[in-house]
Nanobody, 120 residues
Framework: QVQLVESGGGLVQAGGSLSLSCAAS????????MGWYRQAPGKQREFVAR???????DYADSVKGRFTISSDNAKNTVYLQMNSLQPEDTAVYYC??????????????WGQGTQVTVSS
């Protein structure tokens, strides 16, 4: 089995910063893509950022220039540095990884989510 455990959420004032991390554990052969999504109350889950196995990154327009995604492949961990946070960034943040396991192939796994609240 594969588990994703997130940490780093919390409460911050507008303009502040937070850093999230998500570590995968279990029987992992390789991880192809690591990413972050978020879901605000009453809204659908939306893409935030992702990092590909080759190191390339992709961001939602709403977070470009403010958020930075990075990964430590040796630790199966993805990070999200969030700067200049705004109240509209308030959401539950979820990590997602595309994981290949020797016996079962490739599938997506989600973390349990971590709350980020930005006060005005």
């Amino acid at each position: 089995q594969v588990q994703l455990v997130e940490s780093g959420g919390g409460l911050v004032q507008a303009g502040g910063s937070l850093s999230l991390s998500c570590a995968a554990s279990g029987s992992i052969f390789s991880i192809n893509t690591m990413g972050w999504y978020r879901q605000a109350p009453g809204k659908q889950r939306e893409f935030v950022a992702r990092v590909f196995g080759g190191g390339g990154t992709d961001y939602a327009d709403s977070v470009k220039g403010r958020f930075t995604i990075s990964s430590d492949n040796a630790k199966n961990t993805v990070y999200l540095q969030m700067n200049s946070l705004q109240p509209e960034d308030t959401a539950v943040y979820y990590c997602k990884m595309t994981v290949t396991r020797r016996m079962t192939g490739t599938r997506e796994y989600w973390g349990q989510g971590t709350q980020v609240t930005v006060s005005s």
